[in-house]
């Protein structure tokens, strides 16, 4: 997002508390309900639901090196490009962190992925794809109006290199109600859901 437009939400965002606070003020104690629907909201505004679409049957410890490859994007040019670069960097340090520390590679999505050689038998290929994505309007957090949340979907696929089964797959929602949600924030906990996914398996 340019300069100009953050500055032109900004500006739309206070315009829109500017007419929202008089109406709260002369409502009696309407204000008092708002006060702690925003209070409620601040704690339990963000969400992540995951969704296993094959479930790990056995451990992934033989995997002694995890190839991530960049997230393939269902809605070009919805998505911004730094949001997607920020999303493979983020994951690629969310597996960095599986305490067996299998070796992390982040394939270049400017370059071929590596073909299959001979150590493909203990790689792990974890490709993403996203499906859905809405940066929400922060106008309308402000005052809890409208369809205005942070929200981003993406799948995750585990997969063997060395014969192409697929090992395991889950889909990952993070949404965010809050007037301080962010995009980067709501990346963090989709990530953070992956990682727990991945871990899981590493610690059979």
């Given at each position: ?9 900004r500006?739309?965002?206070f ?5 929202a606070?008089p109406?709260?003020?002369t409502?009696?104690c ?10 409620i ?5 963000a969400?992540?639901?995951?969704h296993t ?6 451990s992934l410890r033989?995997y ?6 960049p997230?393939?994007d ?6 911004p490009?730094d949001?997607?670069?920020?999303l ?32 493909a ?38 997969s ?12 990952v ?5 809050r ?26």
């Amino acid at each position: 997002m340019s300069l100009l437009e953050m500055r032109s939400l900004r500006s739309l965002a206070f315009a829109v508390v500017l007419l929202a606070v008089p109406l709260l003020a002369t409502s009696g104690c309407s204000w008092q309900a708002y006060a702690v629907s925003r209070g409620i909201r601040a704690m339990t505004g963000a969400e992540t639901r995951l969704h296993t679409l094959k479930p790990l049957t056995s451990s992934l410890r033989e995997y002694r090196t995890i190839e991530l490859q960049p997230f393939d994007d269902l809605l070009p040019g919805r998505v911004p490009p730094d949001l997607e670069r920020y999303l493979n960097a983020e994951l690629a340090a969310e597996l960095k962190r599986v305490p067996t520390s299998p070796a992390v590679v982040l394939v270049d999505p400017l370059q071929a992925p590596p073909g299959v050689g001979p150590d493909a038998v203990d790689t792990l290929v974890c490709r993403g794809v996203i499906d859905d994505y809405d940066p929400g309007y922060l106008a309308l957090r402000l005052v809890e109006l409208g369809f205005n949340h942070v929200a981003i979907t993406a799948r995750l696929q585990l997969s063997d290199k060395s014969n192409a089964r697929l090992v395991a797959a889950a889909s990952v929602t993070s949404q965010d109600d809050r007037a301080i949600a962010t995009l980067h924030g709501a990346v963090d906990r989709l990530v953070h859901r992956f990682g727990q996914f991945v871990d899981a398996g590493y610690g059979r």
